[in-house]
């Protein structure tokens, strides 16, 4: 914190939102000062109020259904105040994007898909700067390239459905730092970022800080993240900030009961428990209690099962594979130059097996991901599923097949149908691969699935934008399982999913794979998520798989530079 002078101040907020007929409150009695200069993060699980009170700042609650009941909001410049919940939506442009900068959670549906990235950079430019033409175009390729992304001509001219999650994510850094703001919101900013970027642009988000004395909102899931980047930590409970002090006092010497819980359910790269602790073993049970479910299986126990695990069947093989998405086609179509983004990958994964696979954003593991579904065209090679060779199937073949092999996508909102309440979806893959007997039946899966992931059963007839991000990606989770598969591609399944939460899913598709003997590749930038899930462990860069290790081995004696500079950076981190 450079100096005291008070930026901004969130004094008894209220908020509520109107549900089944009447306004509820959701955030109650929220009190906080951000000083020039300094650094706070809002730490709590998924739909405790973190982003609806990061929104209420900017006024971009959803009109007529949410309203702030209470309070205010004062930004200060100097000698003038404004009461930020006070003002127009014509008066709030001039706060927005200039004054204020906010980096949102979910890239894909941030970014609008008909407009190039250069030309959304652009236009926060041109709407709070004087720059045009060349200077304009030269001030955006500029910021591209501060935000660490790769061949910035080309992102320039691309769509965002041609990045990976982690890149369009690094645009909308680049969108919310365009204008220098006084204030930077960042809502969960490093959520699809694997380590190594994670780390570049928290360090570069800090420099920003520095350089032009910004102040920064720091809204996250990951501990390690928050402890790293923020002077002052306020955790938010049910809509309440239960516990706020220093980072280093908050996860030293935690106090409330819920603090002790979100820092024990992060998974630990030193150690494996069976199970990771959940909240409720802390808010249920005396608040003294520091360490819950840490029981571990002995070298020994492991050894013998990976050694049954390895003598069993292969339930995928995947054999040369090349998926190569065209860059550059000539007047007829016809391409001229190729991303490897798949480039020969072999691999097999065994029945039971969980199988990680871990890389930097934009180094192919999603679309090794939706090539193995055949959701990604295959340039060459085979795919062989219990057997049989599905890159050679028909369409129809392959439909058949999906219900043995499932996703989990990375970005739930996008993949959810907003007009389909999330009961139906839940319950229209199992009407289509004749899960069920009767609709009462498969209503009544749905609802003991959405349990088990952490909802309620009363969520059924809800839809997909009355949800937080991390509910939502608790939705396709439920999805996913709903039709009783075999493989699950897990691409970044719980990376919106705070800490606590988090652990409850893991610790399910943990069961669940030992119950229906599931098998799983599971795909994550967070490598201490990866070494929990994990028996083996792959690292991919530029399209090749350069190291295959037991998930234990690699982390104590990675084989490649590559590996050991993202081992490196997680302890940077704060894990």
């Not at 199970?275 to 571990?296: A, C, G, R």
């Not at 995947?318 to 179509?333: A, D, M, R, Y």
């Not at 990866?530 to 860069?541: E, G, N, P, S």
């Amino acid at each position: 914190m450079s100096n005291s002078e008070t930026l901004l101040e969130v004094s008894n907020i209220n908020i509520e939102f109107f549900k089944e007929g009447r306004w509820k409150s959701v955030v109650s009695d929220v009190n906080f000062t951000l000083n020039k200069g300094e650094t706070i993060g809002i730490v709590g699980e998924s739909g405790s109020g973190k982003t609806v009170s990061a929104f209420a700042i900017l006024q971009l609650l959803p009109p007529n259904i949410s309203r702030i009941a209470s309070g205010r909001i004062l930004f200060s410049i100097g000698n003038e105040s404004v009461d930020l919940s006070k003002l127009s939506e014509k008066e709030m442009l001039k706060w927005r994007g200039g004054k204020i900068g906010m980096i949102f959670q979910e890239p894909m549906t941030s970014l609008n898909p008909v407009h190039t990235c250069g030309q959304q950079v652009e236009e926060v430019l041109q709407i709070h700067s004087k720059l045009k033409g060349k200077e304009l175009k030269e001030r955006c390729i500029e910021l591209l390239s501060e935000v660490k992304l790769p061949r910035v001509n080309e992102i320039y001219k691309a769509y965002p459905h041609q990045l990976s999650g982690g890149q369009r994510q690094r645009v909308m850094i680049a969108m919310a730092i365009a204008c220098e703001p006084l204030l930077l919101i960042a809502d969960e900013p490093t959520t699809a970022l694997d380590v190594t970027v994670q780390k570049e642009i928290l360090q570069l988000l800090n420099e920003l800080r520095k350089k032009y004395q910004m102040s920064m909102l720091f809204i996250s899931h990951d501990l390690g993240v928050v402890s790293s980047v923020c002077d002052r930590v306020a955790v938010i409970y049910k809509g309440c900030i239960v516990e706020e002090g220093s980072s280093k006092e908050i996860f030293i010497h935690p106090s409330h009961p819920y603090t002790k819980g979100l820092i024990a359910c992060k998974p630990d790269i030193a150690h494996r428990p069976d199970k990771l602790p959940v909240i409720s073993d802390f808010i249920q049970l005396s608040s003294n209690i520091s360490v819950i479910n840490n029981e571990e299986a002995s070298l020994e126990e492991r050894a013998e099962r990976l050694k049954k695990l390895y003598s069993g069947e292969r339930i995928i093989s995947v054999e040369e594979v090349n998926t190569w998405i065209p860059v550059k086609k000539n007047l007829l179509g016809k391409p001229l130059a190729f991303l490897k983004a798949v480039n020969g990958v072999s691999f097999d994964i065994f029945e039971g097996e969980t199988l990680g696979l871990v890389g930097e954003s934009g180094c192919g593991k999603t679309t090794l991901g939706r090539t193995i579904l055949r959701l990604s065209p295959m340039h060459s090679g085979k795919i062989i599923y219990k057997g049989v060779d599905i890159s050679s199937l028909s369409s129809h073949e392959m439909r058949n097949l999906r219900k043995d092999i499932q996703i989990i996508f990375q970005d739930p909102y996008s993949s959810l149908n907003p007009r389909i309440r999330i009961g139906k979806a839940i319950t229209e893959p199992m009407l289509v691969h004749g899960i069920g007997n009767s609709h009462k039946e498969r209503k009544e899966k749905a609802m003991h699935l959405l349990e088990r992931v952490g909802l309620e059963r009363n969520h059924y007839n809800r839809y997909p934008h009355e949800f937080s991000g991390g509910q939502r990606q608790r939705i396709c989770i439920a999805r996913s399982l709903s039709v009783e598969p075999k493989l699950i591609i897990c691409d970044e399944s719980v990376s919106a999913l705070d800490v606590s939460v988090q652990a409850t899913v893991l610790n399910l598709l943990n069961e669940l794979k030992r119950e229906f003997n599931l098998t799983y590749l599971f795909i994550s930038h967070d490598l201490s998520v990866v070494k929990f899930m994990a028996d083996r462990i792959m690292v991919m860069k530029a399209g090749k798989i350069i190291e295959e290790q037991e998930a234990d081995t690699m982390f104590l004696a990675p084989q490649t530079e590559y590996t050991k500079e993202l081992l490196s950076s997680i302890k940077m981190l704060g894990e």
